[in-house]
């Protein structure tokens, strides 16, 4: 190694561990002069050799570069989402199903939940190689050139840590900062920001990374995700994640019983007040991963962790009307008009009423003065209704009974809350909500058409359904002398619409809109059916004989190819080349040796990571459970498995499979 380059990484290595002292354990050894004299140093000494720049260099902080698009990429491990609770019995419940599972004593970590933008950070080797906002779980925008000017996220780590592995937090703006910007742009004429987490959210999302450097965004991690990390409770992941250089918050305690739990929410609900972050609620979870990995994950959530909200903000304001918005699925939903009011760092404008029972039993009115706060301090609800300020001439709500866009007749079924429009076929919202969920990212994920682009289409005659988007290759002077749209963005659009000819069946299933069919429901149906033609003739028995297929879905699903215009459009989509068959099937039908058997993965591997074994199972047939019952038919079992898990196989009969034992099966 030559003196300069020598010199270049003496001055990063020291740099890094200040910035650390500074930013994460607020205690630095150097002063701002001298830190900033080694800054410049090093600043100058990478001008002169530009060979020798390392992208985790401090240097490189200060941000560079546009980002015109971020690249949407794919979690290596899914982001879950949290279950909310908002009482302490609804606690006790959690914890009914745990130790319906979990015999031995259970531990819990209680840390409080800050408000912010969810981030997942993915480290090589002990260095920063990306960084993905949470999106839809599945997969999030690459915001690495952003997240890289954060000074409290380490670009590079601190002793002994994993080789590879993902560290989940939140992207929060400081009080004390955001209230400082606020000021300033009061003092400039400008609007104020809402809220610290949509400043912190938008600020993730600029494209200039040197703007994004100005603004003192924070991070504040809490979950270690990936294989062999060296830890073997979420108590130990939160110590050992302040170890490697991770500003990791401190109020975090354990407990062995709901009570101190209960204890620890009373007592931050009232303090939480006094923190330097936003915060909605106390996140409690299960101590030992080993047992989280026994209760495993449900469609959307872990069985093993839950949040605690705190009670919302409430405010009164006027109820100045009720209108009725139509959905894609005919549903007809109530909506409030209020006079506006400041809300949990929001104004709120409207707020849902849901349905005419809610109506019915709130009495609500229009002209009444009514209590709003937000669910879970997101979505704003009517809550109850001042009596005593309700006017003399005040007149009951009598629900609507017809479309508000096309006039057909209402319908409600018995056992359903919902009114509907059944005039699927020609009801504006309904064709262009249809199309809406079509194109978005979950489903077909057509880039270049949104929701103002359909619009526009639609009220030019030009799409009335979804089939026809794949006729527009054919109208492209049509589309050009649309008001705002261009050269490049037809082409973009059309581009986005022949690349969604390789989106795979299982999401094509859900693009469909079958009524109760969302993501989860899809995958099971496409990969049982492997084929829409076999899932049109599937019986009524067939589907409920799938995993988690109730009546209701069963139902829906039926219903839905017994209308001819379904098997039209679907015969169009087929005719434009659409993927209605399960690459599996297409691949091969003679490989799957594990059809019909059910298997729980358990522990830590040498060859497959527990993820890779789940793939390779469903590849070949099988079944994949987090919980071990007497359907199981095999327990795959690595090292540091839990013990009840081995315990209850053996109580039940099950066949228990070591790693080099699945192999052979699969072989």
Same mark, same amino acid.
Request: charged letters at 35%; proline letters at 1%; a negative charge.
């Given at each position: 190694m030559s003196e300069i380059e020598s010199k270049i990484k003496h001055l990063s290595v020291e740099l890094h561990r200040h910035n650390y002292n500074y930013y994460v354990l607020d205690s630095p050894i150097i002063s701002d002069f001298d830190f900033d004299m080694m800054l410049k140093e090093l600043t100058m000494l990478e001008k002169q050799y530009p060979e020798?720049?390392?992208?985790?260099?401090?240097?490189? =902080?200060?941000?560079?570069? &546009?980002?015109?698009? *971020?690249?949407? @990429? +794919?979690? =290596? $491990?899914?982001?879950?989402?949290?279950? %909310?609770? #908002?009482?302490?019995? /609804? &606690?006790?419940? *959690?914890? $009914?199903?745990?130790?319906? @599972?979990? /015999?031995? +004593? @259970?531990? #819990?970590?209680?840390?409080?939940? #800050?408000?912010? !933008?969810?981030?997942? &950070?993915?480290?090589?080797?002990g260095e920063l190689v990306q960084a993905l906002t949470r999106g839809d779980g599945f997969q999030g925008d690459d915001v690495t050139r952003n997240i890289r000017t954060i000074k409290s996220i380490p670009l590079l780590l601190n002793g002994d840590y994993p080789e590879s592995f993902d560290i989940r937090g939140e992207i929060v703006f400081p009080n004390a900062e955001f209230e400082k910007l606020n000021q300033k742009r009061l003092i400039n004429g400008e609007d104020p920001y809402a809220n610290p987490r949509n400043l912190a959210s938008g600020t993730l999302k600029m494209q200039d990374s040197v703007e994004v450097a100005k603004r003192p965004l924070e991070c504040l991690l809490y979950f270690l995700v990936g294989e062999k990390l060296g830890i073997s409770t979420q108590f130990d992941a939160l110590n050992k994640a302040r170890y490697m250089g991770f500003k990791v918050p401190e109020i975090s305690e354990k407990f062995n019983s709901l009570q101190g739990v209960r204890s620890f929410i009373e007592k931050w609900d009232t303090k939480r007040h006094e923190l330097e972050y936003e915060t909605d609620g106390v996140v409690i979870k299960v101590n030992s991963l080993a047992q989280q990995e026994e209760l495993g994950y449900t469609a959307k959530s872990p069985r093993w962790a839950i949040a605690y909200k705190f009670k919302a903000e409430q405010k009164t304001t006027l109820l100045k009307e009720i209108t009725y918005q139509v959905g894609r699925t005919g549903a007809v939903t109530p909506v409030a008009n209020l006079e506006p009011v400041h809300l949990a760092g929001t104004v709120v404008r409207r707020a849902s009423l849901h349905n005419a029972d809610q109506i019915e039993k709130l009495d609500v009115r229009v002209g009444d003065t009514v209590f709003v706060e937000k669910g879970g301090e997101i979505i704003p609800k009517i809550i109850g209704v001042d009596f005593d300020s309700r006017p003399a001439d005040s007149i009951k709500t009598v629900y609507l009974k017809e479309c508000p866009e096309c006039g057909s007749t209402l319908e409600r079924k018995e056992g359903e809350a919902q009114h509907y429009c059944h005039n699927s076929n020609s009801c504006p919202p309904q064709i262009k909500g249809k199309i809406e969920h079509f194109i978005s990212r979950k489903a077909m994920d057509i880039d270049g058409l949104g929701a103002e682009t359909i619009d526009l289409l639609y009220k030019a005659g030009l799409v009335s359904n979804i089939g026809e988007l794949y006729d527009l290759s054919s109208k492209k002077s049509d589309l050009l002398s649309l008001e705002r749209m261009a050269e490049k963005s037809v082409n973009n659009m059309l581009e986005g619409i022949e690349n969604s000819k390789n989106i795979e069946f299982e999401k094509v299933l859900f693009a469909l809109g079958i009524r109760y069919v969302g993501e989860t429901v899809a995958k099971k149906l496409a990969r049982s059916f492997k084929s829409i033609d076999s899932l049109i003739i599937a019986s009524f028995d067939e589907l409920v004989s799938v995993d988690e297929i109730g009546e209701r879905i !069963?139902?829906?699903v039926i219903n839905f190819f017994l209308e001819e215009d379904n098997i039209k459009l679907i015969d169009k989509l087929k005719d434009n080349n659409i993927k209605f068959v399960s690459e599996e099937t297409e691949i091969s039908t003679d490989n799957l040796h594990l059809e019909g058997k059910v298997f729980v993965v358990s522990g830590v *591997?040498?060859?497959?990571? =527990? %993820? /890779? &074994? +789940?793939?390779?199972?469903?590849? *070949?047939?099988? +079944?994949?459970t987090s919980s071990i019952s007497k359907k199981t038919d095999f327990l795959v079992a690595g090292e540091k498995m839990g013990p009840s898990k081995l315990e209850k196989a053996n109580k039940l009969g099950v066949k228990i499979v070591s790693e080099n034992d699945f192999v052979k099966m699969i072989d």
């Open positions: 020798l720049i390392d992208s985790n260099s401090p240097t490189q =902080r200060v941000g560079g570069g &546009l980002t015109k698009k *971020f690249d949407t @990429v +794919k979690h =290596r $491990n899914r982001m879950y989402s949290l279950d %909310n609770s #908002y009482s302490f019995e /609804e &606690l006790e419940d *959690f914890e $009914n199903r745990i130790n319906k @599972v979990i /015999e031995e +004593k @259970v531990e #819990y970590v209680c840390e409080l939940k #800050y408000d912010g !933008a969810s981030i997942s &950070l993915t480290y090589e080797g !069963a139902e829906s *591997f040498d060859v497959y990571s =527990r %993820n /890779e &074994l +789940k793939k390779e199972i469903e590849k *070949f047939g099988g +079944k994949v």
